[in-house]
């Protein structure tokens, strides 16, 4: 039986619980807590930060190839466990651009590919930002941001100073335009050991304060635009070498063109969707190209699908269970409870996923709504 090591333990690495028992793999979490989602479903774990190379070494110890759940990691440190023969998919190499905001962008750029205008910044040179873009602009920490931490959209300079002051002990911002984008789509992407690459269909994303809240599938693009996006996603695996599943986050703007936002090296929350909504889910997709299997059919299985984020809107211990029985009572929904055990504002706490027998984007959002007002204490009954 192969063991995979995963990097991280959270809800990523979770969902690849029932995965590995339907390949017959073992999964390794190394993570800080015992409380992570992905103990409940490891064969073993090694608790320690993700960003602790010395417990990579004894992960790696444990299993036979390595992947990741969380890129924030050392990869000076890790380069000398694959100099010594560790197996990481994908390879450390095709993480190097991307951890780096800023050498991310320059990367995508390089291929050609269409990017927002952007610059990087040193704090000191705050004068000149203004200047070059104007505002509203947005702000990015280079290193570490996820889930829209580290992302600001800054209205006036009034705004952007205290941003910059703040965060002085980080060395360097991304800058970029304030794309006013019609609609934002994401894209997750396969490549088999065998250079192989399969994409999943291409999902609107809808974010609230930079968080993503719902999924459609599929988004309401034009063939075009489909092939063109699939294309990019061609473009970046076969470019880094991808072994594994990767994320595109795209923005669509008013006049129909196409820009990469970011690109998530690893399974990402636009293809919670395919859990339950594709012949092969995500997770599945991922562990098979990561152990040298044939990768699985990425197809719908369904008409459509919406996948809806429940946040955490306070903090408790509370397990939610009246909430979670309420919402499975939504016909053809699929419900997924991370376990965690605390909720804290804004905090993935699991999340509903709807198949439906249709494409039509008002019955996908009234869907959405009814999830919305189940779980939120906040949001009335539509
Ligand atoms: P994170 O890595 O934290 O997810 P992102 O770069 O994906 O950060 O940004 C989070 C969200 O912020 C995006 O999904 C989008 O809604 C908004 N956003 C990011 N960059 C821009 C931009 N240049 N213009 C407009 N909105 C943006």
Redesign the pocket.
Same mark, same amino acid.
């Given at each position: 039986m192969k063991r995979v090591g995963v990097i991280g333990g959270g809800q990523l690495a979770w969902m690849m619980g029932d995965a590995a028992q339907k390949l017959g793999l073992e999964l390794v979490v190394q993570t800080p807590s015992r409380e992570d989602p992905a103990v409940a479903i490891a064969a073993d774990t090694v608790l320690a930060k993700v960003d602790d190379a010395t417990a990579t070494a004894v992960l790696a110890g444990k299993c036979d190839i390595i992947t990741f759940e969380n890129e924030f990691v050392d990869l000076d440190a890790l380069s000398i466990l694959a100099h010594q023969g560790v197996c990481f998919r994908p390879s450390l190499e095709a993480l190097i651009p991307l951890l780096d905001k800023y050498h991310q962008r320059c990367y995508l750029r390089d291929l050609g590919l269409p990017v927002?205008e952007f610059f990087a910044i040193e704090p000191q040179d705050k004068e000149k930002i203004a200047s070059k873009l104007g505002f509203p602009l947005?702000l990015?920490s280079r290193r570490h /941001?996820?889930? /829209? *931490?580290?992302?600001f959209?800054i209205k006036d300079f009034a705004s952007l100073q205290p941003k910059l002051d703040y965060n002085i002990t980080e060395s360097a911002f991304l800058i970029?335009?304030?794309?006013p984008?019609e609609r &934002?789509l994401a894209i997750i992407a396969a490549r088999s050991v065998d250079g192989e690459v399969v994409t999943y269909p291409v999902v609107e994303t809808q *974010?609230e304060e *930079?968080v993503c809240r719902r999924v459609i599938a599929p988004a309401k693009i034009t063939p075009k635009q489909a092939a063109e996006i699939e294309a990019i996603a061609h473009t970046i695996l076969n470019s880094l070498q991808v072994v594994g599943v990767f994320g595109i &986050?795209l923005?669509l703007t008013a006049d129909g063109k196409v820009l990469v936002? &970011?690109i998530a090296p690893r399974t990402h929350n636009s293809g919670h969707f395919s859990l339950d909504a594709c012949e092969t889910s995500q997770f599945e997709q991922h562990l098979r190209a990561v152990c040298g299997f044939t990768l699985g059919n990425p197809a719908l299985r369904c008409a459509a699908a919406v996948m809806v984020n429940l946040l955490g809107y306070e903090n408790s211990q509370s397990d939610y269970e009246q909430k979670r029985s309420h919402l499975l009572q939504i016909p053809q929904a699929h419900l997924h409870w991370y376990g965690k055990t605390e909720s804290r504002l804004g905090r993935k706490l699991g999340h509903v996923t709807v198949l439906l027998d249709n494409q039509n984007q008002n019955e996908a959002m009234d869907v959405a709504r009814s999830i919305e007002s189940i779980w939120y204490p906040n949001i009335p009954i539509g």
């Open positions: 927002p947005v990015k /941001g996820y889930d /829209g *931490q580290g992302t959209i970029e335009e304030f794309v984008f &934002e *974010q *930079q &986050e923005f936002n &970011e």
